[in-house]
């Protein structure tokens, strides 16, 4: 039945085809998810963007802990009439779909905050055609598609219940959930590193989890720094004020994430410690420099 799909998939192949594909699976990468959440914290609610990216962020954590669990192959790489396209993006394993799982809890969430039926119909719909687009491409068994879509549903609900119970309770407790998720994320990190070095010899793919770890760890832990010491408003400024910072905090994000990629080895620590400051930039960094030179406002607190 698998095969079967790949195959009608392959048959009606063509470069228009391709690149509509191409071009939808892209709202299920890191780039457009990065230009999202980023405005939605920075420039409309700082809770909200904080929900958003959380879920999202660590739904791609266990999505990576399932595909080095499972450690399934992808189609192009098991069937030899299947030549997958945009295969740069697809550099783990195969099950469940990352692209799908992230997409899905991203959309889900974003539905839960807007609450409108027009963008819930839309997000299911567009959450449909990435999934389509990964087997479509051959880099993703349908099986893969149907996983990220469950996992994907149950992050944004689970993240999405946790951050509304715990938001508004200014007592340590969210921090101290959070906290203890990270921490286990990042021993994970470490743990998972000596393995596939010492008993594997670097044969696991591992790369888009130390990814993940990082950015998870420079957000969360930035989150809670900007909270403690900067405490901006995302709302009091005008719009051209937002898409001023927005475009200037997205420049250095771009600079950060190519810029220590040319300067740093290629290698997993390398890979953390960058996508790591990101995290850090996005939550904690921006908002400190943004105040300082007045791009930001601090929020008045009522006593």
């Known amino acids: 039945m698998q095969e079967q799909m790949l195959s009608f998939f392959n048959k009606i192949s063509n470069p228009f085809l391709d690149k509509a594909a191409e071009m939808v699976t892209m709202l299920g990468e890191q780039y457009f998810f990065i230009l999202v959440i980023s405005f939605l914290f920075w420039n409309i609610s700082k809770r909200e963007g904080f929900k958003l990216a959380a879920a999202f962020i660590y739904s791609s954590v266990l999505n990576n802990i399932l595909k080095i669990s499972f450690h399934t192959l992808r189609p192009f790489e098991m069937l030899d009439y299947i030549s997958g396209k945009r295969v740069e993006t697809a550099t783990g394993y195969s099950f469940p779909s990352g692209h799908t799982q992230g997409a899905t809890t991203f959309f889900i969430t974003l539905a839960q905050i807007l609450r409108r039926k027009w963008f819930t119909i839309a997000a299911i719909i567009v959450i449909f055609l990435i999934g389509l687009t990964r087997i479509f491409l051959g880099v993703h068994w349908p099986v893969d598609v149907v996983g990220g879509i469950i996992f994907g549903v149950i992050m944004a609900f689970v993240f999405c219940t946790i951050i509304d119970n715990y938001y508004d309770d200014r007592s340590v407790l969210l921090r101290r959930i959070f906290f203890r998720i990270q921490s286990v994320i990042v021993l994970l990190a470490f743990g998972l590193y000596i393995f596939d070095l010492v008993y594997l010899k670097g044969s696991m793919k591992i790369d888009d989890f130390f990814k993940i770890a990082g950015i998870s760890t420079g957000a969360i832990y930035g989150f809670f720094a900007e909270e403690w010491w900067v405490d901006f408003s995302a ?5 051209f004020l937002k898409i001023t910072r927005w475009l200037i905090g997205l420049v250095v994000t771009a600079a950060i994430m190519v810029g220590l990629k040319i300067v740093l080895p290629q290698h997993h620590l390398a890979d953390f410690l960058r ?9 904690f960094l921006w908002p400190a420099v943004g105040v300082k030179i007045r791009l930001f406002t601090k929020r008045s607190r009522v006593d």
Do not use: F, Q
Not at 235 to 239: F, K
């Open 275 to 283: 996508y790591g400051l990101v995290g850090l930039w996005i939550t």
């Open 235 to 239: 709302e009091d400024a005008s719009w």
